[in-house]
């Protein structure tokens, strides 16, 4: 598993260093839209907490970071108005997912049909 690195693009958002369009945020999460959508709607929902990726925060994080984690979600969906049309969750998690950044992330992404799981 990756060391966490403080130089990661999710981590400078966190930090105020780089600018991002908030969704939704409380003391444990930050939801913010993707700078490149791949759909209508298409939002990242980090925890706050260092971890590299999913299998990292599934293993590591407390009960309380998952909970409120998990609890952002129809937060989000209704945000964007996405709850009753359906969204669709994607976790990249390590090498071969292609995962880019090593903050764990979240997209949430909806607002059209979406096709299958898999090109
Ligand atoms: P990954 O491939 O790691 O699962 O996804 C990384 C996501 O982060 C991509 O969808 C990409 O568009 C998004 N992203 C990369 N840099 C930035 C940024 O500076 N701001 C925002 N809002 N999103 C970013």
């Known amino acids: 598993m990756f060391k966490y690195n403080k130089e990661n693009i999710f981590s400078k958002i966190l930090d105020g260093e780089i600018p991002n369009n908030t969704i939704y945020e409380n003391e444990y999460v930050l939801a913010f839209e ?3 959508p791949q759909s209508p709607v298409h ?3 980090i925890p706050k907490g260092e971890y590299t ?3 990292d925060f599934s293993e590591n994080a407390s009960d309380k970071e998952i909970l409120f984690f998990i609890r952002a979600i129809s937060k989000i969906t209704k945000i964007k108005d996405i709850n009753e ?3 669709r ?3 990249n998690s390590g090498p071969d997912s292609l995962q880019e950044v090593p903050h764990l992330h ?3 992404v909806g607002g ?3 096709g299958s799981i898999l090109p």
């Open 43 to 45: 939002a990242l929902l």
């Open 53 to 55: 990726s999913m299998s």
């Open 34 to 36: 993707d700078i490149n």
């Open 89 to 91: 969750i994607i976790a």
């Open 85 to 87: 049309t359906g969204f």
């Open 112 to 114: 059209r049909k979406l």
């Open 106 to 108: 979240f997209h949430i």
